[in-house]
C-alpha cells in the first residue's frame, strides 16, 4: 500500500504544480483569453488539492461552479468587450512590472516568515466528520443565516447583473 | 396567466402530433430508388435529345435527307448530308449529327419534319467526361438500336 | 513482489475501466452514428446510407478512416495553441463520468457518494471546450455559435439540476447506485413526470441537439462552433457530442428509469447492463426522433422557454417534493 | 514526511496564490484581468479555509461550508463585475480602468 502513498504523493505535486503554471499563464499572458483558461487550469489544480484535504465533495463544487460557471462568464466578459491590443501591451511595459514583483516578493516574504513562526495546534478532539450529510446538517441548522444571507446576495447580484447589463441596452434604443 | 397554461398545453400536445407525423414516416415503406442499382420507367412524354424514329414496316429511318431540320434549328447544331444513289429513289442520308453541347432542346426540327422522322428519345443520363461525347451521331445510334 | 501483489487488482481495475469507457465512446459513436443516418433517413421516405456492407452498416468505420486521413487546416488568423487544445478539452473530460455510471449492481467502476456531481462537474468543461474552439478559430460563425452555446447550456443547466435535486431530496443520497436501487417498486418517471420531462427538455439544449442545436446551426452559422475544424480535430468533437449523449442518458435512465432493473436474466447483477443499455438507447431513439421532428428553435424562444417554462415549474415540482417528502 | 499531509504546505500555497492575484491585480490594465487576478486571491482564501479545517479545526464542517460561501460569493461577484465591465464598455468604448473617470455611468 506504500505504493499507493508515493503515487498519491507524485500527483500532489503534479496538482501543485498545475496550480502555479496556471497562475503563472494568467498573469503574464498577454492574451485575455490565454489568461481565464490559466485561471481554468489553476482552478483545476486547487480542486485536486480540496480533494487531498479530504474533501472530494468541495473539488467537484470547485470544478462546477469556478471552471463551469465563473470562467465561462469571464470568457463572455472577454468577448464582448473587445481589449485593444495597446492596452494589452501596456500590461508588460514600464516601470510597474517591477515594482508590482518587487511588493509581492515583499510580501511573500512576509508571510512565510510569519507561517514559519506561527504554531498551530490540532483540535484536541473533533465532532462530526468530512460527510455531505454532516455539512448539509450543519448548513441548514448552525450556519443557517449565513446560507440565507448567500442566497440573498446571490438573488441581488442577479437582479443587479440584469440591471448593469440592460441599462445601456434601452438607452441605446432611444 | 390563463394563456400562459393554454399555450403550454396547446404547444406540448402539437408537439406530440408532430411525433406522430414522423413515427408513421418512419414505418412507411421508403420511396427514393437506389438510382444506379435501379433505375424508374420514364415517362414517353420526356423530351430528351432528338432520335431518328424506325419505321415500323421497312425497320429503317424515314429521313429523306431534306435539311428542312439542319435549316430550321436556331443554334445550329444539327448536320444532314445525304448522297444521290444508283437505283434508289431520292437522296440516301449518310450523316446525321446533332451538337448536344448547343441544342437547345426547342424541338424546332422535330415540329419541321415534313416525314415525322424525327422524334425525342428517353435518354436522360446525359452524363460525359469530354465535350466530345456530346458530339451524337443519330444514325449510329438508330443502327445501334436494333 | 509483494508490491505487486498488493497493487494488481486495483491496477487491473484501473485498466479495465479504461478500456471500457474507451470502447464504450467509441463504440457509441460508431453506433449512434449510423443509427441516426439510418433513422433520420427512414424518417424522411428514404434509406439513409446503403453502399458500404449490409444495408450500410461499415459506413461510419469508412467514415472514421476518411477523417482520420484528412489534413488538420489550422486557419492562418487562428490562434493554434487553443485551437488545437479546444477539441482535446472537449474530448477528454467525457470518460470520468463513465466511471462512476452504474451500468448493473456490479458494472460500476467506482462508486462514489457524490457521483452526480462528478457528472455535472466535467460536463461543464465541454462548454468551456466550445467557448474556447469558437473563439480561437477567429471566426464570425465560430464565435456566434460559441455564444449560443454558452447562454443556452448556462441557462438549461438551471432547470436541469433543479430537476435531478427534486429527486435527489426522495432518495438523499448523490450515489447513482443508491439512488438506482431506490426505485426497486416505482420508477421514478412516475413519481416525477414533471422533472423527468423538464430533464428531458433541458438534456436536448445541454447536448446542443436539435431543435436547440443553436451553437451549430448549419443555416445560419454553416456549422457553428466547429465550422473551421476538420479531420480529427472535428471528430473529437463529433466523438465528444455522441458521449455526452450517452452520459445524459445514462443519468436519465439512473434517476428516472430504474437503472438495471428489468425482467430478471441469469448472473443479473451483470446481466442488468443489458437492460441499462436498452433504456439508454430508448431515450437516444427519443433523441434522433425529436431532432428530425422539430424545426429549429429561435434563440429568444429558447431563451423564453428556459427561463419562462421550465425554471419555474422545476422550482414549483421542488416545492412540491419537498413538501410530499416531509409529509410522508 | 509527506508533502501532503503538511499543513505548512498548504497555507505556502495559499500565500503563492494570493501573491499571484495580487501581481495580477497591480500589473494588468483591464479590467477583466483584474477580475481574474480576484479570483484567485479568493482561492488562496479557500485554500487556507480547507487547510485549517483538515488540520487544526474541531469541527470539520465549518471550513468547507465557508469555501463553499466563498465560491458562491466568487460567483456573484463575477456576474456583477462582468455586467459592469459590459456597461463600461458601452459608455467608454473600452475597458481600460484609466478612462473610467466620471462618477456617474
Known sequence: MIVFKYIAEVLFYAFMILTFMGGFMAVRSRLLMHAVLGLAV??????????????????????????????????????????????????????????????????FVALYVAIGQAKFAPAAEKVGDMSIRFIGESLLFQYCLAFELISVILLTAIVGAIILARGGREEEAK | MKSYFSELITGG??????????????????????????????????????????????????????????????????????????GVKGKVLTVFTLDFTKCSLCGACVEVCPTKALDYSNEYELAGYARSDFHYDILKRLEERE | MEILHSILPELIRI???AVCGAVIVFGNALVMGYAERKLAGHIMLRPGPMEVGFHGVLQLIIDGLKLMGKQLVVPQQANKPLYMLAPILSFAPVFVPLLVIPFS??????????????????????????????????????LFGAFRSVAQNVAYEIPMLISLLAVVFMTNTFSLKEIAAAQSPVWFVIVQPVAFLIYIVAMVAETNRAPFDLPEAESELTAGFHTEYSGMAFSL???????????????????????????????FEYSGAVWFLVKVYALMFFLVWIRWTYPRTRFDQLMNFCWKYMIPFSLVNLLITVVMVKLI | MMISANLNTYLIIAVILLIIGLYGMLQHRSLIGMLISSEFILNGAGLNFMAFNRFVAPNPAVGQIYTLFIMGIAAAEAAIVISIIIAVYRKYGSEDPERVQDMKL
Open chain 1, 42 to 107: 489553476s482552478l483545476l489544480g486547487v480542486a485536486g488539492l480540496y480533494f487531498y484535504l479530504g474533501s472530494p465533495f468541495l473539488a467537484m463544487m470547485q470544478v462546477l461552479i469556478y471552471v463551469g460557471a465563473v470562467c465561462i462568464m469571464i470568457v463572455m466578459g472577454v468577448m464582448l468587450g473587445n481589449t485593444p491590443d495597446q492596452l494589452a501591451y501596456k500590461n508588460f511595459e514600464g516601470r510597474n512590472t517591477i515594482l508590482a514583483a518587487f511588493a509581492c516578493a515583499l510580501g
Open chain 2, 13 to 86: 400536445w402539437s408537439l406530440i402530433l408532430g411525433l406522430k407525423v414522423t413515427i408513421k414516416a418512419m414505418f412507411s415503406p421508403i420511396v427514393t430508388v437506389q438510382y444506379p442499382r435501379e433505375k424508374i420507367e420514364i415517362t414517353p412524354n420526356y423530351r430528351g435529345h432528338i432520335d431518328l424514329v424506325k419505321d415500323a414496316e421497312t425497320g429503317a429511318h424515314k429521313c429523306i435527307s431534306c435539311g428542312s431540320c439542319m435549316r430550321e434549328c436556331p443554334s445550329g447544331c444539327i448536320v444532314v448530308e445525304g448522297e444521290k444513289r444508283e
Open chain 3, 15 to 17: 485498466i479495465v475501466c
Open chain 3, 237 to 267: 468533437f463529433m466523438l465528444a457530442e455522441y458521449a455526452n449523449m450517452f452520459i445524459v442518458c445514462s443519468v436519465a435512465t439512473v434517476f428516472f428509469l430504474g437503472g438495471s432493473s428489468g425482467i430478471p436474466l441469469p448472473y
Open chain 3, 105 to 142: 449492481d456490479k458494472l460500476q467502476g467506482f462508486d462514489i457518494n457524490i457521483g452526480l456531481l462528478i457528472i455535472l462537474a466535467f460536463a461543464s468543461i465541454n462548454v468551456l471546450a466550445i467557448l474556447v474552439g469558437g473563439w480561437s478559430s477567429n471566426n464570425k460563425y465560430s
